[in-house]
């Protein structure tokens, strides 16, 4: 059965800093990219990162410098490391197989104020 649990969201002033942890069922998990997507209000949802499962990565302009994705294969488990953070990040966040597949979790909602 496909899973996925995203935690790790709440309120943070801008410049602060936040860590997402996605939980992933085995089938989800094993030997697939994974990829943090957000959705913000009236927006459509948006790759933010992604991690092969070797370990490369990949970023959307608007997080490079700021965002670190991590994977731990043992915990089948997908972070990521959000620092420096801008309203603009403002969103929920999802993680997922990349590309995505249709089991979308229920996401974590992420607040950024000024």
């Known amino acids: 059965q496909v899973q996925l649990v995203e935690s790790g969201g709440g309120l943070v002033q801008a410049g602060g800093s936040l860590r997402l942890s996605c939980a992933a069922s085995r089938s989800m998990f094993r030997d697939n990219a994974m990829a943090w997507y957000r959705q913000a209000p009236g927006n459509q949802r948006e790759l933010v990162a992604r991690?092969?499962?070797?370990?490369?990565?990949n970023y959307a302009d608007s997080v490079k410098g700021r965002f670190t994705i991590s994977r731990d294969n043992a915990k089948n488990t997908v972070y990521l490391q959000m620092n420096s953070l801008k309203p603009e990040d403002t969103a929920v966040y999802y993680c997922?197989?990349?590309?995505?597949?249709?089991?979308w979790g229920q996401g974590t909602q992420v607040t950024v104020s000024s």
């Open positions: 997922n197989r990349y590309p995505a597949i249709g089991a």
């Open positions: 991690i092969r499962s070797g370990g490369s990565t």
